[in-house]
């Protein structure tokens, strides 16, 4: 069973820092691109950023960039976000995910292309 679990989130001043950590097994993690994405109450779900199976391509939304930065240590199966310079519009549920298919590229993507996702890490930006 594929299993894909977040932690890191809490409640920050803004201007703050978080680092968001993802943890996935029961699947070839090294295979899979990984991204990160956001919902903040009535609104829709948004790719935050992703990265490739190797680390070799990266996507920021451009709400994100220059603050915000992806990484994937392979051996430990794990997939991390620091998010620097936070703000209010930052405060979402985040949501780890996996790809669908293996060796996939990274870009502006559909939710549904996603094929594994965690529950949710709760953060919360205070002005």
């Known amino acids: 069973q594929v299993q894909v679990v977040e932690s890191g989130g809490g409640l920050v001043q803004a201007g703050g820092s978080l680092r968001l950590s993802c943890t996935a097994s029961g699947l070839i993690f090294d295979r899979y691109v990984m991204a990160w994405f956001r919902q903040a109450p009535g609104k829709e779900r948004e790719e935050v950023s992703c990265i490739t199976a190797n680390g070799g391509s990266l996507y920021y939304a451009d709400s994100v960039k220059g603050r915000f930065a992806i990484s994937r240590d392979n051996p430990k199966n794990t997939l991390y976000l620091l998010m620097n310079s936070l703000k209010p519009e930052d405060t979402a549920m985040y949501y780890c995910?996996?790809?669908?298919?293996?060796?996939?590229?990274?870009?502006?993507?559909?939710?549904?292309?996603?094929?594994?996702w965690g529950q949710g890490t709760q953060v919360t930006v205070s002005s």
């Open positions: 995910a996996a790809d669908s298919r293996v060796y996939r590229s990274c870009g502006r993507r559909d939710p549904g292309s996603f094929g594994y």
